[in-house]
């Protein structure tokens, strides 16, 4: 069916359970889709914008309270919505990072931490992972001294994932925060897979700034974000302009630099707005989703050849697993090659395994019910049953 | 009625005639909402994202047709998606602008040409209006002289209004780039106001940059734009990563530095892609589009006391009109001061002046019908009539 055009009506979410690693967190609530019908058009939060005519001052909607509400949730000071998280990186990328200034991120920093660096001219390095994959205070120390001794100043800021991308590991913050307080140099989360699904407080961890992405776990549309920070902080990100025309005179009033002025002016705010209530109570019940991974994460394990490479027991929702031994096996020989999964996925109403992947993949169980879990775990038994692989 | 927790619906364009001076050329198509209802969810469009995975080789729904289009359209050769006009400056600002590099705007120039160069660390300077407020290829030559007696060197770009949002003028583009091409200084086209309402051809126009507001004039979600450029500046501005992970030694593909990788990843895109035919189609008509300004336009003028602060005959939507000397006079001894005028248009279903505004202000009749049109124009002349202005 198409929607538009020649462009499908897209149904994946109403057809199956969908477990792709990056969308489940990003599903709509009904009421964020209400909002989205409601403020589609371009400019539709600016009917009642007045003086001084910046987004986060609008009332009606109230998006201005919203804001508030947004920055005490995440125990910081000031918040802001922005278009994506990276955009957040970029934002605080270019306010401390000068050309050539070094600045730390990790062996499992995502890759838009990287091209907000090298946008903003600074140099990358990584805090190594140890041998459990995770990022430590004592890593990142000795980094510290690393990268002081090699370019003669200590990085300029610190960007580490609250929980990456790869493993779904929930890292040593408050640690890393700590060993960065002693260095004095700026720590920003990367919230992108915690913000939205788990309770995160950022004074409590000890960080300057959160960062987190809507479309990934805040249950709204694309692209949107939020980048939260300190008071201490907020002069410095959220400077406003001091640009001056030398003809006109004119001058930009409170339009802030690295915001670009307003961010998010319509459908894409709205729907993180509509969204936030449920999100604020979701985050209360991240012990089920704990429970429901484990649940999953289990039922692999029990396929012989199968290793779930997370931490186990699990403690997030995004799981990464080696199945090398298991389903790639029977791809060797399958007339479908590696296709055969996901085509036995989908057969049971499972989406969100890249076709072909056999190997070592990712999966997300955020925001299933308990019915679905069950499902997608006697799936992945079934299907290595049907398939000869013995199952403990 | 609410349409989710204390959000109001907004009603506004099923409810009155719009105005609103950068309202009108974003109101979704019927295309795009469907569009925006299919595809709202966070990462809605990634379900089929292979390799080398990013947004604009993404075949289904068909992005990567979508781009290849929309270059083609705007007579340009590479075109990118981005989170607003304003993130297209920011791109071409952050690639090609050293600190303290000056960079021309104009003296029309809107406030997110100003921070974007400020961002990247330059220094703005404005080529002057001329008496009629265009901006001219001569006053450019001059200014270009000027700030390289002042610099040492010559601007490093020049962003110029293809239609400026203050009065609405179209400025002589293909003169200014002429003149910038002799310095061999490249030029950004700010097509916030023409591009998706007016046919606009970069290379015809002898711009290296094309940049275009979805939301403002192209039926689309915030926050959405384009960025086009020839090939010889896409490289530039469009160059891919080329970080490295002193530790795990990952690179990054194809992810391309200023765009960040991907840049709409969901409900903006979709829109944007589900209105590109109508809007194709539509600014073939843009002449209905002058035609419907002019008959306002008229109407105004026609009030004593009343002048259009913009060309006329006028050759655009956006207009700029003074009614110090007529609707401001009522409001000096009106009960509701200068919110009269504002009440009076709205009683006759009518929005989009900013509320209390009776000396300065602007209107945009783009997109109205005939029908409304002539509605338009006659309930200014009747708000005049019936509060004792002459009406010539």
Redesign the interface.
Known sequence: MK???????????ELYINI?P??A????TP??????????????V??NC?KPFRLDYIQ???IADFHAELAEWLGMDTARVV??A??GF?AVA?TYVE?GDPVL?T?L?H??E??????SGGV?????KDQRNHITAENTAEKIEEVTREFHKPPRLIFVEHVDYQYGHIHDIRGIARVARQYDIPVLLNGAYSVGIMEVNGKSLGVDFVVGS???SM?????SGVLATTGERAGEVFRT???R????GRT?GI????M??C??????L??M??S??VVKERVLHWDREVAHSRIIAAALESIEGTTILSDMPRDHSLTRVNTIGSFDRVAQTHKKRGFFFANELKKRGI?GV?PGSTRVWKYNTYGLTEAQVRHVATSFIEIAGENGIPVR
Chains 1, 2 share one sequence.
Do not use: N, W
Not at 114 to 119: K, S
């Open positions: 929607c538009a055009g020649d462009i499908d009506t897209r149904d994946v979410e792709d990056i969308q967190g990003g599903r709509l009421e964020a889709l209400k909002a989205v019908i409601a403020y589609g058009d371009g400019y539709s600016c009917d007045r009606k909607p109230p278009p994506g990276r955009r970029q270019g050309k991120l062996a920093s890759y838009t990287f091209v907000a660096i090298e946008q990358v390095r990584e805090i190594p809507g479309h990934k249950a709204s549309p694309a692209p302009t001091g640009a025309g030398d003809v006109t930009f339009k802030e630099v690295e670009m002025g961010t998010l002016m319509g459908v894409t709205m729907g707005m509509a936030f209530p989406t890249i």
